[in-house]
């Protein structure tokens, strides 16, 4: 039987890991709420999860007390490292590792299933984002905490001021299902800003699928003049408009997700 672990304020201190505004630190010490968090994973058995950003290790202490096969915890910060290091001394399953998840092929880490469960830096959020979801088929679900503003953007339907060229990358190649918002005061050190936790549920790649990145330079082209209507925004475009039967009145946040992927399947064929 295990001992007991340290509080992890004990564990901070250990290891002299005071949070970093520079590396957008604000770590999840309240164990209920990492539980919570882990849960929206759903059944971890049998998966190997791997964790982005564990800090000193509160979220981590929460996956490793489910049926995951292992966890891989990424951490660029070294300190975090060593405060994790202790928790993969007593738990086989957890491996710690010092990388910069930006840069690197997380799904090179650990054989398939993979669950996904980051408590994201708000500074590179969007970036890793965008990264992950042009490899979904290598994961079988992503958790992932973002500031509020960003999650709202990402779920944002058309129409509505917050819908953008994420919000249609994002609900193209997944589904986004929020379940939680945590205040300020869920943090140490509490940030100016809100979280919301998503369930990322990545979507099997289609035969006829236009290219990710052909559907970012068209989503550029589009939301890069908002204002403007698609005659003006995409009027190289207006023959594959006509042709799917989208108004050219319209303006960017106006055109659904599924009508940019059919709009950008249409002029890659083209061109």
Known sequence: MHSPLPPLRAVIE????????????NFLLDPAICARIAAAAGDLAGANVIEVGPGPGGLTRALLATDAARVVAVEADPRAVAAIQGLADTDARLRALHADALAMDLAALTPAPRVLVANLPYAIATPLLTQWLRQRGAFARMVLMFQRE??????????????????????????IRPVMTLPPGAFWP?????????????????????????????????????????????KAHLPALKHLGLDPTLRAADVTPQQYVALTALVHQRS
Not at 17 to 24: C, D, E, V
Not at 150 to 175: C, E, F, H, K, N
């Open 14 to 25: 250990a290891n002299g890991l005071t949070p970093r505004k520079a590396l957008s630190q």
């Open 190 to 234: 509490a940030p100016k800003v809100h979280s919301r936790v998503l369930v990322v549920g990545p979507r099997a790649a289609k035969a006829d699928d236009p290219p990710v990145e052909a559907v970012e330079r068209l989503t550029a082209l589009a939301f890069g003049q908002r204002r403007k209507m698609l005659r003006q925004s995409l």
């Open 150 to 175: 960003v999650a709202q953007r990402i779920a944002a339907a058309a129409g509505t001021p917050d819908y953008g060229r994420l919000s249609v990358l994002a609900q193209w190649l997944a589904d």
